[in-house]
């Protein structure tokens, strides 16, 4: 089955730089590739995603980049806020009924 | 805006006990989903539901578990007979689309803590 790894598990960015975390996924047939963030006591909520037919998607402070020949994907958050501290999960899905979640990056964003 | 609620926020059973959780969905999805969240650790998939049956579900999600659309709003996780392991925040799930390729939305999380 899929199998999505995500990197690094923690991050810390002083205030105003870049941000970027990486995952990879196993299956090739894997299409939709959505970034959650998750604040905490909350559930996770989706910030951007791309699909395979697109190599990179821009939202503001937000892109994301996908290259299906290494089975690799990223987050770039660039001008980082504190409020922008959270935890980030990249995931994968083939087009069914199930999505994979990465383990997740805890983004520290220093004031 | 619409939202997926759940409840309890936080349930403390004993081990052996069964357990339900309940999830109000927003009201015009189709695809009904549960992930668990052991603490710090990654969302997982459990099991997905559309048209009123399972239409997948992982190794995670054996006998012990099982759900249900028991009328027009309401959907639930029934846990059997707990075990330790099962302590997790279980996160109720809906979608327009299939999750598999659109975005789902979240309800804010039943923490199970079993004892």
């Known amino acids: 089955g899929e199998n999505v790894e995500q990197h690094p598990s923690t991050l810390s960015v002083q205030e105003g730089d870049s941000a970027v975390i990486k995952c990879t996924y196993s299956?090739?047939?894997?299409?939709?590739f959505p970034w959650y963030k998750q604040e905490l006591g909350k559930g996770p909520q989706l910030i951007i995603d791309i699909r395979s037919n697109v190599g990179e998607k821009k939202d503001q402070r937000i892109a994301v980049t996908l290259n299906k020949t290494a089975k690799h994907f990223s987050l770039h958050i660039t001008e980082t806020q504190p409020e922008d501290s959270a935890v980030y999960f990249c995931?994968?899905?083939?087009?069914?009924?199930?999505?994979?979640f990465g383990a997740g990056t805890r983004l520290f964003v220093k004031a | 805006e619409p939202e997926v609620t759940q409840t309890p926020s936080h349930q403390v059973t004993q081990m052996g006990q069964e357990v339900i959780l309940r999830c109000v969905p927003i009201?015009?999805?189709?695809?009904f989903y549960w992930y668990r969240q052991i603490l710090g650790q990654k969302v997982e998939f459990l099991v997905s539901f559309y048209n009123n049956e399972i239409s997948e579900k992982s190794e995670i999600f054996d006998d012990q578990f099982s759900v249900e659309r028991p009328d027009g709003s309401n959907f639930t996780l029934k846990i059997r007979s707990t075990k330790l392991e099962d302590s997790a925040m279980y996160f109720c799930?809906?979608?327009?689309?299939?999750?598999?390729?659109?975005?789902?939305?979240f309800g804010e999380g039943s923490r199970l803590t079993v004892l």
């Open positions: 299956d090739s047939a894997s299409n939709y």
């Open positions: 009201s015009n999805h189709l695809y």
């Open positions: 995931a994968a899905s083939t087009g069914g009924f199930k999505t994979i």
């Open positions: 799930a809906s979608s327009e689309a299939s999750g598999g390729i659109g975005e789902l939305f």
